[in-house]
C-alpha cells in the first residue's frame, strides 16, 4: 500500500549551540480527504515519562489539511533532549508524524550535534539533603558519585562550608572510578561541645570535580538542634542573710519568711541566669503574687468559682535589669526588691510570688520560682488550729449524727407509698427518712440493743417492728409516736427477721436459734400483756424468711375466711424450705446443700407475683424461684427448680440482700464486694439486663427498691455506716 504521508526535513544535521538551534518541517498529505498532523520529538536514552518542554512547535497542531496539500512545522530546540549524563557527541532525533483520520504514522531522523569540553561531568546522588544533630553528635553525610564516561575517571569530593575541624576524615575525597560505574563516599561530622555548636542552620555543599569537566553541586543544609537549659535561680541577697535575723529560709522552692516589724525593711533577692544552652537567650522576669487571701477563698468556694490571688500593686516590686541577653555559657543576674505591707488583723498572712521567665528560646529549669513571705498574726496560730479543730469535731458530730448512723447499717425498708424509709443499725438506732431527691432524717429512736431487723406494718404502714440483738422485739405506734409493749420469748435468742401477716394482725420472727414464733398482735391502746406465741422448730439456724401469701390453692383458706400465710425460711447450710402456718405443712426446695459456713443470706418475694422468690447466700449465688411448682408432697425436681441463677454477680463474693419491685421486674442485690447491682427480669423470673447502681469501700448489708411510674427508687446501708438513696429511670421494654 503506497504512503499517504510524506515528512521533509529542511536539513539532516543540525549542530547545537550556534544560535540557530531550530529547523523546518513538511508534511505532505498524500491521502484523498483531509488530514491533522500530529509532530512529536524523541531521542534513544529518554524517559517515556520525561517533560517535553525542551523543544517548542510552531503550530502545535496542523489545521485539517485537504488532499494533495502540506502542512508547515518550525521546531526551535530550546535546550538538549533530556538524556542521562552530560552528553557530547552525535546523537539521533526521531521526528514523528501522527495523522488520526488517515490511522498512519512516519518518521524521520536527524543528525543532533552536541559539542562539549570532551567529557560527561559525574553525578552527585544523596538520600536526604538536610541533616539534624545535637552538640557532640556523629552525623553521617552518604553520597553516591557515578561515572557516565567511557574511561575511568579519577575524581576530587569535597565538602565547602562546614569547619574543617568538624569533619573527622577531612573535608576532602579522591577516588577513581571505573567506567559507567559508581561509587559510595561517607563524610562524618563531629559537631563540637555545647558551647561552640551554636543552634543554627549550616548551608554547605558537595562538590565533585575532576579535570576536562565542569564541577557538579549539590546544596546541603546541617541544622544543629537546640539543646540544654536556662538554669534560673533565686537566692536571698547575701546583705539581707547577715544583717536581719528576721528572714530564714524555707520549704525546698527558695521561700522565706519574714516577720512583722514596723521598719517594713525591702526584701533583696537575686535572681541568676546561666545559659547552659545553645541558643542566645534573652530573658525577662515577670513576678506575680500567687497567694489567694483568706476571705477571697471563703468567697470563691461560696461562688463555686476558682479564686483569685491578691493584687501585686500591693506591694513596692522593683525588678533590675529587666531583660537580660545571654549569649551560650552566659550567666547574668537580676536584683528584685519587695517590701511586704504587714496586715493589721488576723492570722498568719503568707505573701507568696511567682516569679517566671519569658522570651526564652529553650526550655527553663525549672520552670519557676517562687518566694514567700510570711507575716506573723497577732493571733497566735496554735490558737486558731485549736479553735478550728474544735469547730471542726463539733461540726462534724452535729452533720454525722444528723445524717448517718455511726455503726453498721443492718436493715432498710420503704414505706409501702415509697415516700419513707426506716433503717436499723449496730448503734442501737432506728432512723426514718423522708425520700426526695436525697435522703433527709425525719427522726431516730435510741434503744438500748443493736437492731437487727426493722419492718412495717403492711396495713397503713402505722406500726413498726423492731428485731434485736438479745431477742426481743420492740413495737412502735408510728401515729401516736409511742412504744408498744416488747415482745419477748426467750433472753439472747438473736432476731434474725420478721414478717408481718398479710392482714398485720400478727407478726412472725425468725431467730438464730431456728425457732421461728408466731405473734399475735393486740390493738393499739388495749391493755394487757400480748398472748404466748406460737412456735415452729427448724432443725438449722434461721437466717432470713419472708411470707408468700396467700397459700397454694390445694391448701385452701380453712373454710375460715382468713388468708393461710406461708414463709419461706432459709439458713445454714443453705437450706431452705417452705412452711404453711396454718397446717404445719414444711416443704424443702432442692437448693444446693451447703457445709456449716454456708448460709442463705436474703430472700425476697413480689407482691403483685408471690410464686417468685428470689434467693441470695454467702457463696455468692443469686437465683429466682416459681415456688408455685414447689409444693406438693412428692417432690418433682424437674418442676422445682430455680427459673435462672447466677454466681458472677458480686465477683463471687457473699451476697448479703436481694430485694424485689411489687411487680417482680426488678431485682436489686448488695455484697461484700460494696456493690449495689441492679437485674432486669422478664415475666418467666429471668434476667434481662444488669446494671452497677453504686460501688462501696465497703459491704452492703441491706436494700431495698420501690417503682413510682417510669422511676425507681433504690436504698442501701452497709458497713460504712450510710443510707444512700440512688434514682434510676426505668425501662419500659422490661418485663415485656
Not at 557527541?89 to 514523528?96: E, H, I, P, S
Not at 537549659?229 to 528576721?246: H, K, M
Not at 498574726?377 to 469547730?391: D, K, S, V
Request: aromatic share 6%; hydrophobic share 35%.
Amino acid at each position: 500500500m503506497a504512503k499517504q504521508i510524506l515528512t521533509q526535513l529542511s536539513t539532516q544535521s543540525l549542530q547545537v549551540g550556534t544560535g540557530r538551534d531550530q529547523f523546518e518541517v513538511v508534511v505532505n498529505n498524500l491521502s484523498d480527504r483531509f488530514a491533522t498532523f500530529i509532530l512529536e520529538l524523541s531521542a534513544p536514552g529518554i524517559a517515556r515519562d520525561a517533560s517535553q518542554d525542551w523543544y517548542h512547535l510552531t503550530p502545535d497542531i496542523s489545521a485539517k489539511i485537504p488532499a494533495g496539500d502540506q502542512a508547515n512545522f518550525v521546531v526551535n530546540l530550546l535546550a538538549l533532549p533530556p538524556v542521562a549524563g552530560d552528553f557530547t557527541g552525535k546523537m539521533n532525533l526521531n521526528v514523528n508524524v501522527t495523522c488520526l483520520e488517515i490511522g498512519e504514522k512516519d518518521r524521520q531522523i536527524m543528525n543532533l550535534v552536541v559539542k562539549g569540553s570532551g567529557g560527561v561531568a559525574p553525578q552527585i546522588s544523596m538520600a536526604t539533603t538536610h541533616f539534624q544533630g545535637k552538640p557532640g553528635d556523629l552525623i553521617e553525610i552518604p553520597l553516591l558519585i557515578q561515572n557516565y564516561q567511557r574511561n575511568t575517571a579519577n575524581i576530587q569530593v569535597e565538602i565547602k562550608g562546614l569547619p574543617e575541624a568538624w569533619l573527622i576524615d577531612g573535608h576532602k575525597h579522591r577516588l577513581s572510578l571505573p567506567p559507567r560505574g559508581h561509587s559510595e563516599v561517607l563524610f562524618i561530622c563531629q559537631l563540637p561541645s555545647l558551647s561552640e555548636a551554636c543552634s543554627q542552620v549550616h548551608s554547605f555543599q558537595v562538590e565533585v570535580s575532576q579535570i576536562q569537566t565542569q564541577p557538579v553541586r549539590q546544596a546541603a543544609t546541617l541544622e544543629v538542634l537546640p539543646v540544654g537549659a536556662l538554669l534560673f535561680n533565686c537566692d536571698l541577697a547575701a546583705a539581707d542573710l547577715e544583717g536581719d535575723d528576721a528572714y530564714e529560709q524555707a520549704f525546698d522552692e527558695q521561700t522565706y519568711d519574714e516577720h512583722a516589724s514596723d521598719n517594713r525593711e525591702t526584701t533583696h533577692y537575686t535572681l541568676t541566669f546561666n545559659n547552659a544552652s545553645n541558643v542566645a537567650q534573652s530573658a525577662r522576669v515577670v513576678l506575680n503574687r500567687i497567694d489567694v487571701p483568706w476571705y477571697k477563698q471563703l468567697w470563691a468556694i461560696l461562688q463555686r468559682d476558682a479564686p483569685t490571688p491578691a493584687r501585686t500593686t500591693r506591694h513596692c516590686l522593683h525588678i533590675s535589669p529587666s531583660q537580660v541577653n545571654l549569649q551560650p555559657g552566659d550567666i547574668s543576674t537580676m536584683a528584685v526588691a519587695v517590701m511586704p505591707k504587714p496586715p493589721w488583723w488576723g492570722w498568719r498572712r503568707r505573701q507568696q510570688f511567682q516569679l517566671r521567665s519569658q522570651l526564652q528560646k529553650t526550655r527553663l529549669e525549672p520552670s519557676e520560682q517562687r518566694i514567700e513571705l510570711v507575716v506573723s498574726p497577732r493571733i497566735p496560730f496554735w490558737l486558731q488550729c485549736l479553735a478550728l479543730f474544735c469547730l471542726s469535731v463539733g461540726l462534724g458530730l452535729i452533720v454525722n449524727h444528723w445524717t448517718n448512723h455511726r455503726r453498721p447499717v443492718n436493715s432498710i425498708q420503704f414505706d409501702g407509698q415509697a415516700s419513707r424509709v426506716i433503717s436499723g443499725a449496730n448503734d442501737n438506732t432506728i432512723s426514718r427518712w423522708q425520700v426526695s431527691r436525697r435522703l433527709r432524717k425525719i427522726d431516730q429512736k435510741t434503744i438500748n440493743k443493736a437492731v437487727r431487723v426493722v419492718r412495717y406494718r403492711p396495713h397503713n404502714n402505722n406500726m413498726l417492728a423492731a428485731g434485736l440483738e438479745n431477742g426481743e422485739i420492740q413495737l412502735w405506734d408510728l401515729l401516736l409516736e409511742k412504744p408498744l409493749p416488747t415482745l419477748t420469748f426467750r433472753k439472747d435468742d438473736r432476731v434474725f427477721d420478721l414478717q408481718f401477716s398479710q392482714d398485720s394482725r400478727s407478726l412472725f420472727s425468725a431467730h438464730g436459734s431456728g425457732l421461728v414464733l408466731h405473734w399475735q398482735l393486740q390493738v393499739p391502746g388495749s391493755a394487757g400483756q400480748p398472748p404466748p406465741p406460737s412456735e415452729k422448730q427448724f432443725n438449722f439456724a434461721i437466717q432470713t424468711m419472708v411470707a408468700i401469701w396467700p397459700a397454694p390453692s390445694e391448701q385452701g383458706d380453712n373454710g375460715t375466711g382468713n388468708v393461710t400465710t406461708v414463709l419461706a425460711v432459709g439458713g445454714q447450710r443453705n437450706q431452705l424450705k417452705l412452711w404453711n402456718t396454718e397446717t404445719k405443712q414444711e416443704q424443702s426446695i432442692p437448693y444446693p446443700t451447703g457445709n456449716g459456713t454456708d448460709y442463705i443470706t436474703s430472700l425476697d418475694t413480689a407482691n403483685t407475683q408471690l410464686a417468685l422468690l428470689a434467693v441470695a447466700d454467702n457463696q455468692g449465688r443469686i437465683s429466682l424461684w416459681d415456688t408455685s411448682q414447689c409444693w406438693s408432697n412428692s417432690i418433682d425436681s424437674t418442676k422445682c427448680s430455680s427459673t435462672d441463677q447466677w454466681t458472677d454477680g458480686h465477683h463471687g463474693g457473699p451476697v448479703n440482700a436481694v430485694a424485689l419491685t411489687r411487680d417482680g421486674c426488678y431485682l436489686v442485690s448488695g455484697g461484700d464486694d460494696g456493690r449495689v447491682m441492679l437485674w432486669s427480669l422478664n415475666r418467666a423470673g429471668q434476667v434481662m439486663e444488669q446494671k452497677q447502681i453504686a460501688k462501696f469501700s465497703k459491704s452492703i448489708n441491706a436494700v431495698d427498691i420501690a417503682k413510682k411510674e417510669n422511676r425507681l427508687a433504690i436504698v442501701s446501708g452497709g458497713d460504712n455506716h450510710q443510707v444512700r438513696l440512688h434514682h434510676i429511670k426505668a425501662n419500659r421494654s422490661v418485663c415485656q
